[in-house]
């Protein structure tokens, strides 16, 4: 539901809360995936990366120094993923802790606290269902360094927000009006399946970190699709072809 207070608190922000031409600029040129967003896409990405900085707020863990600088380049890939379907798909949680380097969390939280953490990067990130996420500043920028490599914990970590809207983590994200719930389920747990078949035999198309749980397939191939579509189309193009509708096309080959 799109009211027409949130409309004005949202104009509010913008006017209220800019941001800068100047570092907008700096965030942008800093950030080789947005390259090939068209004007008009990276006007909407700046205006969703404002009133996600006016309301999130940032915690620094560890000797982190959380500047402007790190919540813009946080910011502007957080929106990525919902920039075509809508910023109301990241409202609903407050907080972004960053870390300097991979941190540690304890595995039994898992199921108590609905948190998915990621292993493999020991940790690079995290999100919690009832709450909002962690990242590793050190893992943020290796992967702003490689844009398409397929790896981006933010996109990651974002992706499994975007999946918990409608309960825990599972890969079943609420789908679009149009999109089959059965077409769904039946591409994702087909490629599912192949990932861990293939990363059993030692040779998985994408990262094997997929094949683990179907949450972490969304994740993974999310993270594909906007960095490494090519790869993705080639390797499942069942799922590219579903991630393509659920994210209407930001972003894609
Ligand atoms: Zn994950």
Redesign the pocket.
């Given at each position: 539901m799109f009211s027409w207070w949130k409309r004005r608190r949202r104009q509010k922000i913008l006017e209220e809360h800019p941001i800068a031409d100047g570092e907008w600029a700096d965030t942008v040129a800093g950030l080789p995936l947005l390259q090939q967003l068209e004007p008009g896409q990276l006007a909407e990405l700046r205006a969703m990366a404002t009133w996600f900085m006016a309301e999130k707020d940032f915690y620094a863990g560890g000797d982190m120094d959380v500047i402007r600088p790190v919540e813009l380049l946080i910011s502007a890939q957080s929106c990525l993923p919902v920039l075509n379907i809508g910023y109301e798909w990241l409202e609903g949680w407050y907080s972004v802790f960053v870390f300097p380097g991979a941190f540690r969390s304890r595995q039994s939280w898992r199921n108590h606290m609905g948190l998915?953490?990621?292993d493999?990067r020991v940790l690079a990130?995290?999100?919690y269902q009832k709450g909002g996420m962690v990242l590793s500043w050190n893992n943020v920028t290796f992967d702003v360094a490689d844009a398409d490599d397929g790896n981006n914990v933010i996109i990651?970590?974002i992706?499994?927000k975007i999946d918990m809207r409608n309960g825990p983590?599972d890969g079943y994200p609420a789908l679009h009006k149009g999109m089959s719930r059965g077409r769904w389920a039946k591409v994702m747990q087909s490629a599912f399946e192949d990932l861990n078949d293939k990363a059993r035999r030692g040779r998985p198309g994408i990262d094997p970190?997929g094949a683990?749980e179907p949450?972490?397939f969304f994740?993974?191939t999310s993270e594909y699709y906007f960095e490494n579509p090519e790869r993705l189309q080639d390797v499942y193009p069942d799922v590219y072809g579903q991630l393509h509708q659920f994210y209407r096309g930001a972003a894609a080959v």
């Open positions: 998915v953490d990621d493999k990130g995290v999100a990651h970590e992706a499994h983590a970190y683990t949450a972490e994740a993974v």
